[in-house]
Each structure stands twice: as structure tokens, then as C-alpha cells.
């Protein structure tokens, strides 16, 4: 079979898929599920960016999606009048004092001739000075910041812009964060490169739980700005009226599909437009020097190319796509909600998703991220009902029976493992393999 037929196939019966949940159970979870799948296969495609086109290792998802996500905060929101009079000059200010000290460290280290030894003790102590002098000066505003009206507000807000200038912003945002990181961790072996993203995004997670003047922290920031109508909204539209009378169901679905449709359509254009730039990116002469590095780097670098830059640019890259698509989440979920940030859903879930899709393959990143989320959001009823089959002679008193129904949910993680096994059995390079030119 040609690899176009055999990618159209394999789209197709994604859509099949989807088509059926809306068939059998509705449109509005069918819709639901394909949103989601969208923005799972965007950041499938940040890691296969970095992973199978550069080798690089990124655990750090998680991470990269929260700055996404609070990028739409810092956009979006409107911002708290009485938390900037209390005092939100002073934490710009203590920030811009610890990142200063941060530039001055690497200058020092770069520019001075002083020995290693002396080199790591001027460090240290900027970096340290830094931190408390930045935290002498923000402590006492962020109390007061923090004491505003805390089942509300309690932080500072945004900047009140359309929401959908925060996609690109949590790109540019994840891109600025991942150059530090790199710069600091991408000299490392793959293994302890993992561990190190893994680690820096539980770390940009814990700050945004804690940190409640900038995110709100575990309290949540609810009713974030869409880019599309309200379903109230829409309700009393005579377009939707007729909508309602032509199709024979109630204004209240009707209106939410419409709703749902609007975010399909431009989530689409966010995929498509992602997908041709690493289309072009993967076939240009750059796409074809990272593949060369990623394949012997110690060739590479016989040939004069500057591994750790080159690794630096797709590392940035890689992150601003999943920075996008983090933003991306919060606006379809109304809210940012730093405690739902886990490693299983964010982080294994999307590299899963790489790997069955096939590494190095962009349109298998896509068909991973619909594959991958389409069965672990229906693995839960399928699993009741697969449970319900074969319990169906046992009483409903008997114990065995109740712990089974009430532990459905984790039939998925099962099912996940069976898929990736399975595929790695019969199909070991991914559903779409990498193209060899």
C-alpha cells in the first residue's frame, strides 16, 4: 500500500471513530474528544520535533503546557486595580534585580578570566545575593497582593488582550523559558536529560501552585475569555432557532455544538499551519542536518556543526509548539488549574503518543494524538462495559463484582499498555514510519 493511501486510511478511521461516538452516545463529547485530540497531536509534534528529528529527550511537557496556560492569564484577565496599587511595582522590580544578577553571573563567567574555582564561588554568591535582595523586596507586596479579596482576585491579572493572542504568547513564553533550561541541561547524556526536564517542570509547576499573586496558585483563575460565542449567547440567534426546529433537538446541544465547532475549526488551522512549517522545516536543508546530528553526532560535529546550538534551536522550538498548545487547553477548558499538571497526562501520555504515531514522522504525531486520547478518554466506558459482560451472571451484592464496576476507570491505563505493546509488537517504527530520503 502507498504511504499516502496507508495515511488517508489511517485518518479515516479516525474519523469513523469519532463519527461513532457521536452516533451512539453525542455529538457534543464526539466534538469534546476531536478538540482535545487536536491539541494533543500539537504537542506530539513539539516532541517530535525534538525527539525524532533531533534525539533530544524532553520530560518536560508538563511544564512547557503550564506556561502556556498562564500565558493566558497574563493576557487574557483582566487586570486586579487595588494588587497593582499595593504594591506590583515592587515584584517587577525584585525580578528584574534576581534575572539581573542571573545575566550578570553568565557574563562573569563567560567574559572574566578568573579560574573555575573562583568563577563558581562569584556565582554562587550573585545568584544567592540576588535571590534575597529580590525577596527582601517582593515578600510585603505579595502578602498584601495576596489579601485582596482572596476568594476572588487575590493575584494581579492580566493585561485584558483578546484571548487568542495568548497562543502565540505562551509559545513565545515556553521558547524563553526552554533556552535557559537548555542552555543549562542540554550538555547532558539523554538519560540524565530526561531526569533533568522532568524535574525543571515540576518545578515550574510548584511555583505556580504556590505563587498565588501571579497564577492564584491551587485556587484557580475561572472564566477565562473565548475567542468564540457563548452558548447563552447564541440561543436566542433566529439562525440557531432554525437550526434547532430543522435538526429536532434541543437549543441548549444545539447551541454547544456550534460552540465546539468554532474551536474545531480554529484549532484546525493552529495544526495545519504548525504542520506545514515542520513539513517544510523536516525537508529543508536544516531538517536534514538535524537528522544527520541525531543520527551520529560524532560525524556530525567531524563535519564542522555545532551540536549543542543546533540542539538548543529544536529544544526552543519543540517547547514553543507545546507552549502553544498549552494555551490553547486553558482557553477550550474556561480555567487554568495548576494541580490537574501530572506527568501521566501531560507528559508519558504525549511521548506515548509520539512513539505509537512513529518518531520522525510528523503526520504519525498527529494520528498518535488522535489515536492515543480518542481510547483514553472512551477506555473508561468501553471498560465498564467490558466489565459489565462478564460479571453480568454474577450478583450485584457479590463483592468481587462491586470492586471491579467501581475500578473501571483504571482499565485504561491496562488498555494503554496493551496498544503500545501491540504496536510496538506488529508495527515496532510507529503507524507511520519516518520517511528514509
Same mark, same amino acid.
Given at each position: ?15 469513523? &471513530?469519532?463519527?461513532f ?9 464526539? $466534538? ?13 509534534l ?18 512547557f503546557a ?16 487595588k494588587?497593582? #496599587? ?23 563567567? $563567560? =567574559?572574566?578570566?578568573l ?23 517582593? *515578600? ?19 493585561? *485584558? &488582550? ?20 537548555? =542552555?543549562?541541561?542540554?550538555?547532558? +547524556?539523554?538519560?540524565y ?5 522532568l ?16 497564577? +492564584? ?7 477565562l475569555?473565548?475567542?468564540? /460565542?457563548?452558548?447563552? #449567547?447564541l ?7 432554525e ?15 456550534i ?18 512549517? &515542520? ?11 538535524? +537528522?544527520?546530528?541525531r *543520527?551520529n ?10 551540536? =549543542?546550538? +543546533? ?7 519543540g ?13 477550550? *477548558?474556561g480555567q ?5 499538571y501530572?506527568? $501521566?497526562?501531560?507528559?508519558? &501520555? ?17 494520528i ?19 466489565i ?7 450478583? #450485584?451484592?457479590?463483592?468481587? =463484582? ?5 475500578n ?6 491496562i ?12 508495527? /515496532? ?8 530520503r
Amino acid at each position: 500500500m502507498q504511504d499516502k493511501q496507508h495515511i488517508i486510511l489511517l485518518f479515516l478511521s479516525m474519523f469513523i &471513530l469519532i463519527a461513532f461516538v457521536g452516533f451512539f452516545q453525542s455529538w457534543n463529547l464526539a $466534538l469534546t474528544i476531536f478538540n482535545l485530540c487536536i491539541i494533543s497531536s500539537i504537542m506530539s509534534l513539539g516532541i517530535n520535533i525534538q525527539w525524532g528529528n533531533a534525539g533530544i529527550v524532553n520530560f518536560g511537557v508538563m511544564g512547557f503546557a503550564a506556561l502556556g496556560g498562564l500565558a493566558n492569564i497574563i493576557v487574557s484577565m483582566p487586570p486586579t486595580a487595588k494588587a497593582w #496599587d499595593a504594591g506590583a511595582i515592587y515584584i517587577l522590580f525584585g525580578i528584574v534585580i534576581f534575572i539581573s544578577s542571573i545575566i550578570f553571573s553568565i557574563l562573569v563567567w $563567560l =567574559k572574566s578570566g578568573l579560574s573555575k574555582k573562583k568563577k563558581y564561588i562569584i556565582n554562587f554568591l550573585l545568584i544567592i545575593l540576588g535571590y534575597f535582595l529580590m525577596r527582601y523586596i517582593i *515578600d510585603s507586596p505579595i502578602k498584601a497582593i495576596e489579601a485582596i479579596e482572596p476568594a476572588k482576585t487575590g493575584y494581579l491579572g492580566g493585561l *485584558d &488582550l483578546p484571548v487568542i493572542i495568548s497562543w502565540p504568547i505562551g509559545g513565545l513564553l515556553a521558547a524563553f523559558i526552554a533556552y535557559f533550561i537548555g =542552555k543549562i541541561s542540554l550538555g547532558l +547524556r539523554s538519560d540524565y536529560l530526561a531526569i533533568a526536564t522532568l524535574g525543571i517542570s515540576e518545578i515550574i509547576i510548584y511555583i505556580l501552585k504556590n505563587e498565588d499573586w501571579l497564577s +492564584r496558585g491551587v485556587k484557580n483563575v475561572n472564566g477565562l475569555p473565548r475567542p468564540v /460565542p457563548y452558548e447563552i #449567547d447564541l440561543q436566542s440567534e433566529p439562525w440557531v432557532l432554525e437550526l434547532t426546529k430543522f435538526f429536532n433537538i434541543p437549543v441548549s446541544e444545539i447551541s454547544s455544538i456550534i460552540v465546539k465547532l468554532s474551536y474545531s475549526c480554529i484549532f484546525l488551522v493552529i495544526l495545519i499551519g504548525i504542520l506545514l512549517l &515542520l513539513e517544510i522545516a523536516q525537508k529543508s536543508p536544516w531538517g536534514r542536518m538535524m +537528522r544527520a546530528i541525531r *543520527d551520529n553526532e560524532v560525524s556530525a560535529n567531524a563535519m564542522g556543526k555545532d551540536i =549543542k546550538t +543546533r540542539h538548543l534551536q529544536v529544544f526552543v522550538i519543540g517547547s514553543a509548539i507545546i507552549g502553544i498548545a498549552g494555551a490553547m487547553l486553558t482557553t477550550l *477548558d474556561g480555567q487554568f488549574t495548576p494541580v490537574t499538571y501530572q506527568p $501521566l497526562r501531560f507528559t508519558f &501520555l504525549i511521548w506515548i503518543m509520539v512513539i505509537i504515531g512513529g518518531s520522525g514522522n510528523n503526520f504519525g504525531s498527529i494520528i498518535g494524538g488522535f489515536l492515543i486520547w480518542f481510547f483514553w478518554v472512551q477506555s473508561e466506558p468501553l471498560g465498564l462495559w467490558f466489565i459489565s459482560q462478564i460479571t453480568t451472571h454474577i450478583s #450485584d451484592a457479590n463483592i468481587i =463484582k462491586s470492586h471491579l464496576l467501581e475500578n473501571a476507570a483504571h482499565i485504561r491505563l491496562i488498555f494503554m499498555g496493551m496498544i503500545l505493546l501491540i504496536t510496538l509488537r506488529f508495527a /515496532p517504527k510507529g503507524l507511520i514510519p519516518e520517511v528514509k530520503r
